[in-house]
Structure formats: structure tokens, C-alpha cells
């Protein structure tokens, strides 16, 4: 069986395509995941996708991803920079953490410039747009051996 990666996007991210596309691109979320699940299927690896704008709910993916998962991909959107509780529940999860941000948040506003989130990341990919995913994926399926 294809080892499982999950993807979790957090808040404002269902609105990819429409919210300051100038910063996130034309992509839509819905896009993001069908490019998600190709890469995977050519990696080997079975993708599950998910979205929420509640800290709550991406910490119990991350628990869920405990039982299941060999590896999680995670753009945590804004929570990056505010949630130690985010970082804690990825600090329970036992495989490799590879962290997303679509736009270049280092050319961005300076609380944008620090993540919780990357103490933790096996290997962090930022600015290059929703392809990112798909490098987080290649990166991952090395890591794990897929
Ligand atoms: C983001 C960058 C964050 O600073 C921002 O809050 C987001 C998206 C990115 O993908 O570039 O919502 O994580």
C-alpha cells in the first residue's frame, strides 16, 4: 500500500484564486489539491487534503495524521506565526514535516518573518508559488522512501 502524506492548509487558504491573487496566484485551493494528487500518484503516495480556518481542527489532523501518516506537508497560513499550539501537536507526529508558504513571506511584513512551525520542518519551501507543493511532495517521498 501507497504510504499516506498529509496535506493541511490553514486559514484563508480556501480562498486561493480569489484573495490577493497578486501574493497567492490565480490558483484555486480545489486546483492546488488535483495537482496534489497527481504528483502524489506518480511519487507513490496517497495523498489526503485538508483545509480549515480553526487551529482546533488542524491540531486534530495532525493528531489523525499520527495514526496513519508517514509524512505531513503543512502550510499553516497565518497560524505560523502565532500558534505554539500548532508546533506542539507537529512535535507528536513521528515522521517528516515539510513547511509550505506559497508567497515569499520574507519579503513580506516582519511579523510574517518568523515561524513557530519551522523548528520542527525536515525542510521549509517558500515563495515559489503553489508549486511548492508539489516540491514538498518530491521532497517527502525521498525522506520516507516511497
Ligand atoms: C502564507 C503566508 C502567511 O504569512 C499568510 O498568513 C498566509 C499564507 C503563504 O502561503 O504564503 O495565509 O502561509
Same mark, same amino acid.
Given at each position: 500500500?501507497?504510504?499516506? %502524506?498529509?496535506? =493541511? @492548509?490553514?486559514? @484563508? =487558504?480556501? =480562498?486561493? *484564486?480569489?484573495?490577493?491573487?497578486?501574493?497567492?496566484?490565480?490558483?484555486?485551493?480545489a486546483e492546488?489539491e488535483a495537482d496534489?494528487r497527481r %504528483?502524489?500518484?506518480?511519487?507513490?503516495?496517497?495523498?489526503? !487534503?485538508? $483545509?480549515? @480556518?480553526?487551529?482546533?481542527?488542524?491540531? #486534530? !489532523?495532525?493528531? *489523525? /495524521?499520527?495514526?496513519?501518516?508517514?509524512?505531513? %506537508?503543512?502550510?499553516?497560513?497565518?497560524?505560523?506565526?502565532?500558534?505554539?499550539?500548532? =508546533? #506542539?501537536?507537529?512535535?507528536?507526529?513521528? *515522521?517528516?514535516?515539510?513547511? +509550505?508558504?506559497?508567497?515569499? +513571506?520574507?519579503?513580506?511584513?516582519?511579523?510574517?518573518?518568523?515561524?513557530?512551525?519551522?523548528?520542527?520542518?525536515?525542510?521549509?519551501?517558500?515563495?515559489? *508559488?503553489?508549486?511548492?507543493?508539489?516540491? /514538498?511532495? $518530491?521532497?517527502?517521498?525521498?525522506?520516507?522512501?516511497?
Amino acid at each position: 500500500m501507497s504510504p499516506i %502524506v498529509t496535506i =493541511l @492548509n490553514g486559514p @484563508n =487558504l480556501n =480562498l486561493l *484564486g480569489k484573495r490577493e491573487p497578486e501574493i497567492y496566484g490565480r490558483e484555486t485551493l480545489a486546483e492546488v489539491e488535483a495537482d496534489c494528487r497527481r %504528483v502524489g500518484a506518480e511519487l507513490g503516495l496517497s495523498i489526503e !487534503f485538508h $483545509q480549515s @480556518n480553526r487551529e482546533y481542527e488542524i491540531i #486534530d !489532523f495532525i493528531h *489523525g /495524521a499520527r495514526e496513519r501518516a508517514a509524512g505531513i %506537508v503543512i502550510n499553516p497560513a497565518a497560524f505560523t506565526h502565532t500558534s505554539v499550539a500548532i =508546533l #506542539d501537536a507537529l512535535h507528536t507526529f513521528a *515522521g517528516p514535516i515539510i513547511e +509550505v508558504h506559497i508567497s515569499n +513571506v520574507h519579503k513580506r511584513e516582519a511579523f510574517r518573518h518568523h515561524s513557530f512551525v519551522s523548528a520542527v520542518a525536515s525542510g521549509v519551501i517558500i515563495g515559489c *508559488g503553489t508549486q511548492g507543493y508539489a516540491f /514538498a511532495l $518530491q521532497r517527502l517521498a525521498k525522506l520516507i522512501g516511497a
